[in-house]
C-alpha cells in the first residue's frame, strides 16, 4: 500500500467529472487500498479518487469515531437510489481544503448502490454524518467541493485564502 499526495484547491483537476468504473480489477482493489490508507494517515473520514489525481469513480469513507472501530466503505461507480427530503445542516471539511470549514445543508437520509472491492453490487441506506460523508465524496467525482454549496462570498474568500497560501509554500520551496 501507498499513501499518495492529496491535491488541493483551487486545482483544475478538482473539477473534472470522473468516468465510471469498467470493472472492480487488481487495480481497483489496490487503488482503494492506497486511498483509504491516505485517508487514514491524513486524517480524513472521506477520500475521492480526483483528490489523488485518479478521474475514476471511486471513494473511500470511514466515519468511525477515533475510539471507534474501524469501518471502512470502498465504493465504485455509487450512485444515488434515493434521498430524504429532510435535510441536515453539518460543518463540513475537505483534506482538499485543509483548515476551511462550512456549514452545508445535505439531505439527511440516503440510499445509495455501488460495486464494492469484490465487485459485488451492493445498497445502503445512511443518514447523518455517513451519509453527509458519502454524499462529500460523491460530489468530488462531479467536480464538485463543498465550498460550491455555500455562498459565492465564502467560496471566493476560503479560495483566495488557500491560493495565497499556495504561493507561500511554492516560494518558501523554491528558496
Ligand atoms: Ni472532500
Redesign the pocket.
Known sequence: MAVLPIIVAPDRRLKVKCAPVKAVDADIVRLMANMLETMYLAP?I???AP?IGVTKRVIVVDTAGKDEERKPYKMANPELLGVSAETWVHE??????PEHYADVERPERIEVRYLDENGKQCQMEADGLLATCIQ??M??LDGL??VDHISALKRNMILRKLTKTKKLNLSSAAE
Open positions: 480524513g472521506g477520500l475521492a483528490q463540513e471539511g475537505c483534506l482538499s481544503l462529500h465524496e460530489d468530488h467541493l463543498f
